[in-house]
Structures are given as structure tokens and as C-alpha cells.
């Protein structure tokens, strides 16, 4: 085996060699496989972490209380972001996640999102609010987007009181969002939200979705992270649900949930990273710090950021 074969990549085929085998990844349709009986040497693993999210920009029309995205000014440039999804592409990496702030408002999100699909082998899967992803959008994103997250946070009043946006018109633009690609949805769970877990689901499921990812609240400025009582409601509807939808829960607040994780052995920088929407490069859009990148240097930048995990562990 050599390098161009751990590499080598066919139509919506691409391959991804680490510690625990070879990694077969279809972008189109999400299929993973670990072949676990092929021995991939430590020379040829994959340099770059599988997931990569990008805040494109911290711009949002939205208000939410919850939101990780800083509230300065931040946008990332257009040749910025092809040269590291070129990098990241060529080094083992899977896929990219465009976010923000809301991403759909970043003056070149279409093009990014075409350049991505069509110029390199990475899946391509953004997360938004929804509502601006109407026909017209859907007709230019179709054929470059392999995943799409919506964010929906309860449901009706509640959803409404949080979002400050019309529900109604979210399940409208909901129905847009499901010519474009699979989707899943995003809840954020906290009080307010956890006792409406079965009706999320309900719609989401009617509305097409085939995923919930459920992100229990992180503290940020004024807002207090779930509380125990939450954390253990959330364990109680998780081991009861029956629905048709696959369950997904932030790495963060898995501890204590059934998860699977066939890639134990590879975590931390090797599964994910963030760049923010000042080209901050973190290990996760939570993190406070992290390495400036510049053009093109993305592994350069991935190495320093795991040098200075390492110092600061010590």
C-alpha cells in the first residue's frame, strides 16, 4: 500500500487511512465502512481531521440566546476557503460543514458550496436557521450539497419565543430545504425544549427529516448550561424513543448516553476541527483559542493547535 492508494478516490468514493483500518466514505448517500483488517502504516493516516466546520461568517438575523457565534464582525474570504478546502481535501479529510453565524448569508455561500462539490471529493453539508433557503436557492444548491442541518429549537410558541421567527414558515421552508438534499434537524435541549422532544421529532420526521442531533444548551455569556435534571430527561427520552429518526448527540454531552464509536482511536484533532469565522482555527467552535491560519497552511496550523492542546494538558 502506498500513498496514492490510501487516497485514491472514485466518483463519490473516498478513502481514509488510520489507526483503527481503512475508512470507505460514500458522500453521497453517507455510507461509512471500516475495513478493520486492513493495517494502514502510521505514515499513511490521514494528516487532517475527517469533519472540518467552517463559520463563513458571524452574521445572523437572528437573536438566540443559546448561539455559540461571537458577536464581532467576522467574514471569511472566498479564496481564503477554497485554498484550506484544497488542503484539507489532498490530507484525508471527509467533509466540511459551512456554518456561522448563518451561512446562507455569506455573499459567496453558493459558490463555496458548488466549489467544494464539484472541485474537490469532501461532502459538503451546511447548518442554517432555514429561512432563507427558498426555491430559488434549492435550485442553485441542488447537486452540491450532500447534507443539510436545520436548526429548531421546540416547537410553535416555543420555538417562536426563542427563534423570534414564524414556525409556520419554517415547516414551509422545510419543505424547500428537502429537494435539496437529506437533512437532519438540530434541537438545542434545555428546559424549555425537552418536554417538546416527541413533537420535534414528529415533525421533523413528517417534514423528511432522517436525523435529530440533540445538543444539549452550553453555557455562554448569560445562558447556563442544561441543568443535571435536563441531562438525565434527556437520557430517560433517548432510551425510550421508537421513531424513525437516527438519534446524534454532540461529542461533548455523550458521556452517559448509548453511542457508538467505532473510530476511538481516532479523536480529538483527527475527527474534528473548527474555523471561525475570522480564520481561527479551533478544536471546537466552542473552544476560546486556537491558531491563526493564513493561505494554504491549514496542517501547519493543525499542528501548532496540537502542540499547544498538548502544552496546556501538562
Request: aromatic content about 6%; hydrophobic content about 40%; some cysteine.
Amino acid at each position: 500500500m502506498n500513498g496514492s492508494t490510501v487516497y485514491r478516490q472514485s466518483g463519490d468514493w473516498k478513502l481514509r487511512g488510520g489507526p483503527a483500518g481503512l475508512h470507505v466514505f460514500h458522500r453521497n448517500t453517507g455510507l461509512n465502512v471500516l475495513i478493520d483488517e486492513i493495517f494502514v502504516p502510521t505514515a499513511l493516516h490521514a494528516r487532517a481531521p475527517r469533519q472540518v466546520s467552517i463559520a463563513l461568517s458571524n452574521r445572523c438575523d437572528l437573536s438566540c440566546a443559546h448561539c455559540y457565534a461571537p458577536k464581532f464582525r467576522g467574514e471569511l474570504r472566498f479564496d481564503s476557503v477554497t485554498q484550506w478546502l484544497a488542503e484539507l481535501d489532498a490530507a484525508g479529510t471527509l467533509g466540511v460543514g459551512f456554518g456561522g453565524g448563518e451561512p446562507t448569508l455569506h455573499p459567496d455561500f453558493m459558490e463555496l458550496c458548488q466549489y467544494a462539490a464539484h472541485e474537490t471529493q469532501l461532502s459538503v453539508s451546511f447548518t442554517t436557521h432555514g429561512h432563507h433557503v427558498d426555491a430559488e436557492m434549492a435550485d442553485h444548491l441542488r447537486g452540491s450539497i450532500h447534507f443539510i442541518r436545520v436548526s429548531m429549537d421546540g416547537v410553535g410558541l416555543t420555538y417562536e419565543s426563542i427563534r423570534r421567527r414564524s414556525f409556520a414558515q419554517l415547516l414551509v421552508r422545510l419543505k424547500d430545504v428537502g429537494t435539496i438534499s437529506r437533512f437532519g434537524v438540530n434541537v438545542v435541549v434545555n428546559e424549555h425544549t425537552l418536554p417538546e422532544l416527541d413533537e420535534v421529532a414528529r415533525v421533523s420526521a413528517d417534514a423528511g427529516a432522517c436525523e435529530l442531533l440533540l445538543l444539549p444548551q452550553m453555557p455562554l455569556r448569560s445562558v447556563l448550561a442544561a441543568s443535571a435534571d435536563t441531562l438525565q430527561g434527556l437520557r430517560r427520552w433517548v432510551e425510550g424513543y421508537k421513531g424513525p429518526l437516527k438519534l446524534c448527540i454532540n461529542e461533548s454531552s455523550a458521556e452517559g448516553f448509548p453511542t457508538c464509536d467505532p473510530l476511538v482511536q481516532e479523536g480529538g484533532l483527527r475527527a474534528y476541527a473548527h474555523i471561525d469565522a475570522t480564520g481561527v482555527l479551533k478544536p471546537s467552535s466552542y473552544a476560546d483559542t486556537g491558531v491563526q491560519l493564513g493561505d494554504g497552511d491549514v496542517l501547519l496550523a493543525l499542528a501548532q493547535l496540537e502542540h499547544d492542546l498538548e502544552e496546556n494538558d501538562k
